[in-house]
């Protein structure tokens, strides 16, 4: 189980960085700097630019990543085959990584479309998630002393915040995508030009400004309750 724990927190600060790397990829314009896909230009290295360089280096560390996820995957089926928690994320983070590569490359070929760059985040967070929970479950924490309907209580209030950011990044990851990134010019308020309004790139933003309001509110109340919390003991 130690084998898979430490593979498992190499994953984690390996997707952490595929993951904004591949924000940077996206900011820099660089996401069509390689016209094919998986090779560029039809060459393995081919870094005749910065910004194909970028978009190279983004599929390099993907790779890494997708060999660590299978690692941890044929680990948890040697040695963690009773270990629920372990093995269940350990299984599904390849099926997942098989989607994102699909649409990775659909995200190059079909020429960076919203919806399927969205997609693309999406699944990426959810692989990070699922090897951030083989990480956490491997080291097998202490239960905690407080009485169980609590525990369930903020577990769940937990999940909700955890389900609510993913959503709100996915939000945001389709704001620009759509070209809604500067729709509003003013804020808190939304002062949008004509062509904001016409092609309804205003309301993509505003509706993610609400969206991020209201997971505020909730990863406030949540800060709250952990707050309340902070003397719970693990067992000894």
């Known amino acids: 189980m130690k084998f898979i724990r430490r593979i ?3 994953a984690v600060g390996f997707t952490y960085f595929l993951v904004a790397l591949g924000g940077t990829v996206r900011t820099t314009d660089s996401g069509l700097s390689c016209p094919d896909w998986p090779l560029c230009y039809g060459q393995a290295y081919a870094a005749i630019d910065y910004h194909t360089f970028l978009e190279q280096f983004h599929r390099y560390v993907a790779a890494i990543v997708s060999i660590l996820v299978i690692t941890l995957a044929i680990s948890a089926l040697l040695w963690a085959r009773k270990e629920r928690h372990v093995l269940v994320p350990a299984l599904i983070a390849p099926v997942l990584l098989v989607i994102q590569i699909v649409l990775g490359g659909l995200t190059v070929l079909w020429k960076l479309p919203p919806n399927i760059i969205t997609a693309h985040l999406g699944t990426a967070l959810a692989i990070f998630a699922m090897i951030i929970t083989i990480a956490v479950m491997a080291a097998k924490p202490a239960p905690a002393r407080e009485h169980p309907a ?18 709100l990044m996915l939000s945001g990851s389709y704001v620009v995508g759509s070209g809604a990134s500067l729709a509003c010019t003013g804020w808190p308020l939304c002062t949008a030009p004509q062509w904001a309004i016409q092609y309804h790139l205003a309301d ?15 990863l406030i109340w949540t800060l709250i309750s952990a707050w309340r919390r902070r003397n719970v003991a693990p067992a000894q």
């Open 8 to 10: 498992a927190w190499i």
């Open 150 to 167: 609590k525990t369930r209580k903020f577990a769940r209030l937990a999940v909700t915040n955890a389900l609510l950011v993913y959503g």
């Open 204 to 218: 993509i933003n505003v509706f993610h400004r609400l969206t991020a309001t209201f997971v505020g509110l909730v």
